[in-house]
C-alpha cells in the first residue's frame, strides 16, 4: 500500500463521511437556527416576581397600570403599560402613546443621564456633577437678581396646574421675573369663555350621556381632552342593535371623526363658529330653543349694547351665513332641528385640528348655542365641574416690578408663549439673557417651532430640564435630566372636556436613570441655593412634599398615590350657578365689558387693539371674527390645517418607534417623506399631481413634503400630518417626515390674546423630490 | 499499448482500509471537536454547597427555591432569601465562598448566578404545573443537583448563548432528564402522560 493520491482521496473521503457520521454537521445546523432565534428583536425581560402599580401619565391623562418585574439582578423594571380599568376617564383603554410608553424610558439613546454642559461653538458635550450644574444656574439667576435684571430671565414650562408647574411659577415669581410661559391649552381658552359668559371656569361636556352630538372643528376622536374617555363615550353612541346616539361633525376634511360621524357638514375653513350661530339663529326663528335663556342677561339689548337675539337677526342672514360656511342650508336647518328636538343634545368646541388652544368667540359661540338648547347642568350637556380641592403651595407673592414679555398692555393676563418669544426676540422692551425650559420640547412643539428656536438660539444662557435629549436640550447650554413619569412624582389635573373633575397623580416605579431627578426637585434645589425670599416662597424637601400639601383635602397621601387619582363621583347635574355680576347667564359679558372699560379705558378702542374687528358694539356677545390666515395675500393663497392623530402625537411627549411603525403610507412615505393631502381641482389648478415632491411654505417657515390628492379635502387647502419630523429622539424617530409646526404662523387670538395657529395661509410648489 | 499496461499499478485491496481509517479519525475528530469549539465556560461568581444547605432546612429544595404568592415560580433565591438566615453582620461558617458571598450581601448587590437549567426565551415552563399540579419530583428533570457540593462551570453555547445542559452533556445529545432538558424529552413526557402536546402549550 503506497501514499499516493488515490489512497489519499480515499482517506479524505472516509474523514468527510467520518466527520458527517460525528454531530458537528447537524449540531452547527441545529444551533444556528436557533442563534437566529435570538436575533434581538423582542426583549425578554428577566424572570422575577410580577407585581402592577397604578398610575397615570400626566401627557395624556390616561389612568395605566404598570407591569413591573423585581428581577433577581436587574431590580425592578417596568415592562408593560396597561389601562386602569378603576379610571373614570379612561376605564382601562389606552393610547398608543401609553402602551409605548417604555420605548422612551428604557430608550438609552435617548435618554439624559447626567448634567451636561454644551460649548456653543464645538457643540461638545461635557458632564457635570449636580452641584457643579445647579450653582451654573443658581449662579446665573442671582446674579441676574442682583443686577436688578430678574426679568430677563424666563421659563417655559408644559403645564401651569401641574405641582412642578406650579413650582416653577412660584420660583420665577419669587425671583422678580414676570416672564413665565406654558404650553397653551383649550382649558385656557374655554376657561375664558365660561369665566366671561358664566362666570364658571371649569366646564365640561356629558359626552357619555348625550345622544345627539354636534362638534365644531374639534377632533373628538383624535386628539381632545381625555382621548380614551372619549372614545369609551364613542363606543356607548355606537350601542347594540342600534346606534344609541347621532354624532355630525363639522370641518373641512373628512378626518377620522367625519368619517365615523353620522353627518359630515363640511364647512370652510375657520367658519365652524359661524355655523354655531347660523344654528343659533335657525333655532330662534323656528322657535326651537329654551325659553329659559330669554332670562339671561343680554338676550335682549341692555345698557345700551345690542343683545345676542337682535345682533342675530340683524347681522346673521341664515342663507347668506350658510353660504359664507360653504354648508347646504337646508342640511343645516335640518340638522339644526334634529338638534333642537333630541332631548340630550350638546355643542362641543375644543381643540384645534392643529392642536391649537380654539377661538375664544367660537368657544362662546357654542356655549351659547347649548344654552339655547337648554342642556346647561343636564344630563348629555355642559355642565360645571367641581374644582379640584388643590391647596396653594404657600401665601401670595409680589408681583414682579417689570412688565411681562407678553401680554404687555392687555386688560387681563393669558399664557402666550409665541408672544413671548417674540418681545424677547426683537428686544421690546427688553430682551433675554436666561431662558428655562422645563419640559413641553418648545423648540420642537413650538407653537411656532421656528422662533422658538430662535429663541434658544440668541438667548445667552439656556437651560433645558428634560428627560430626553430632544430639539430643546440640543439648543441648551446646560442639560438637566429629569425623570420619566414611571420613574419619578408629578401629577396632571383635568383633561380638556371632562364632565368630571380628575387629578392624576404618578409616583416612583422604577429606578430612574442614573442621576435624573423629578423636574420638580431640581427647581426646589435652585430655590434652596438661590436662597432669602425664593427658598421662602418654595421650603419643601422635594416633589413627593409639595404635592403632599397641594393635595392634603384628598386625603391620605399615600393612599391617594397608590390609587394614582382623584376624581369627582359624578357630573353636577342641576340648575348650573351663575357666579356673573348679574348672577344670571350672560350673553352679553359684564365681566369682558367691566375689563375692557377698566379705569376709565375707551371699551371700544381697547376691543379694537386686541383683535376685535367688530369692535364694542359686539365685542362682548359670541360672534363670529374672520381667521387671520385669510389676509396672507395673493403669495399665501391656500389654507394649511394640520392632520392630528393619536398615532403621532398626544400632549407634549414625542412620537415613540412604535407610533412610527403603525403610520400608513398615507401619513409617511417613501423614505420618511411627509405626505400632504390637498383636493384634486386644488392640485390641478397649481399643476400638481399624485406623488409631486413639494414646497409648502408660509410667511413664517416651510416645509418639503410628497403630495396625494385626497377627495375628502377641502379645496383651497393643503393638510398636514402632526407631530413628525423629529430631529433627534434616536434614530426609529428621527428624520421621519417633516416638523408641521415649523411652518406655522401663529397669530393672537382676537380678544383673548391666546396664540392661536389653526390656519396658515400658505403657497405650495412643486419642487424637485 | 504495451506502454500503457506497464504504467498501469497494481492496486493493493488494502487501500480501501485508509478510507475506513479516514471515517474513524474524521468522526472521531467531530465528536472532540463539536464540544471544544462550540462551547465555552465560566466560572460561577462563587461556590455554593447545596449538600451542606440542604442539610440546614427543613422543607429540601422548596425552601429555597420557592413558589411566589401569585404562583410563579422563584427560580434561583435572590438575596432576600439568603438573608433570612444570613441575618447578621458575621458569617455562619467559615469557608472562603461564605466571606466572598457576604461581600455581596453587605453591598445588597445581587448575585449573578448562570443558571444551568435555563430554557430558551421562546419556551414557556411553569413549574406549578409540573412540581406542584404534576406532583414530579425535582430530580425529574435537575438530577442529584441538590446534593452537590460545588457548582461545576456553567458551559454555554457560543452560537445559541444557552446552557450546555439542555442539548444535554453527551456527545449526541440522545440521552434524557436529567442529563438534558430538550423539547424531545419534554414531549415525550407529555406524551406517555396523556398531556396535550400543541405548539402553544410551551411556545406561547
Known sequence: MDWDRRTFVKFAVGAVIGIHASPLIPKFMDDTAIWTQNWNWVPVPEDGAVAYAHTVNPHTGTGAKAKLIDGRVEGLRAIRVEGNPNHPLSQGGVLPADASALQLLYNSEIRVTKPLLRNRSTGVMTQLSWPQALDLVAGNLANLAKNGQAHMAAALGADPSSTTGQILMRLMQALGSPNVAFTPTPRETMALAGLFMMGQPFLGFDLANANYIVSFGTPLLDGFGAPVAVRKAFAGWRGYPKNQARLVQIEPRASVTASQADQWLACKPGSEGLVALAMCRIMIDEGVYDRAIESAYGWNDADGLPGFKSYLLKNLDRAKTASLAGISLPKLVKMTLAFAKADRAVAVCGPGNSGDPGRLYDFMSVLALNALKGNLGKPGGVVAQQPLPLKSLGGALPEAKPPALAMAGRPFGVNNVHELAQAALAGKPYGLKTLILCGGNFVFNGPQANVMHDLARKTPFVVAITPYMDESAGMADLVLPSTHWLEGWGDSTTPFGSAVSCYGLHRPLVKSVDEAKDGGDILLALAQRLGGPVAAALPFKNLGEAMAKRTQAMGDFKKLAEASYWAQKRPAYGAMRFNTPSGRLELSSRVLRNLLSKGGRDADKTARALGVKAGAQTAFLPHWEEPAAYAEGAAYPLVMQAVPSLRTTWGDEAVTPYMVKILPDTVLANTDKLVVEMHPATAQQLHLQEGDAVLVESSAGSLTAKLTLYAGAAPGMVFVPLGLGHKDFGFQVAGKGMNFNRAVKVTSDPMSGMPIWELTGVSVKKVRG | ?204
Open chain 2, 1 to 204: 499499448m504495451a506502454t500503457h499496461q506497464q504504467g498501469k499499478k497494481q492496486r493493493s485491496r488494502a487501500d480501501w482500509l485508509l478510507l475506513v481509517v479516514g471515517l474513524i479519525l474524521g468522526s472521531a475528530f467531530g465528536f472532540w471537536i463539536t464540544p471544544t469549539i462550540l462551547y465555552a465556560e465560566k466560572p460561577q461568581p462563587l461556590q455554593f454547597n447545596h449538600k451542606l444547605h440542604v442539610e440546614q432546612v427543613d422543607k429540601g429544595c422548596k425552601s429555597c427555591h420557592q413558589f411566589r404568592d401569585d404562583g410563579s415560580f422563584s427560580g434561583i433565591p435572590g438575596l432576600a432569601t439568603c438573608k433570612s438566615c444570613h441575618s447578621g453582620d458575621e458569617p455562619l461558617g467559615n469557608t472562603p465562598a461564605e466571606k466572598e458571598f457576604m461581600k455581596y450581601l453587605k453591598a445588597n448587590k445581587p448575585i449573578p448566578w448562570h443558571v444551568y437549567s435555563r430554557q430558551p426565551d421562546c419556551v414557556f415552563f411553569s413549574h406549578a404545573a409540573h412540581a406542584e399540579n404534576a406532583g414530579l419530583e425535582c430530580t425529574k428533570c435537575h438530577g442529584q443537583h441538590g446534593k452537590t457540593e460545588k457548582l461545576r462551570p456553567y458551559e454555554y453555547n457560543r452560537l445559541t448563548g444557552y446552557s450546555r445542559d439542555i442539548w444535554g452533556r453527551g456527545p449526541i445529545g440522545l440521552a434524557g432528564p436529567p442529563d438534558r432538558m430538550k423539547m424531545d424529552d419534554c414531549a415525550k413526557c407529555h406524551r406517555e402522560n396523556g398531556v396535550n402536546q400543541a405548539c402553544f402549550v410551551c411556545h406561547k
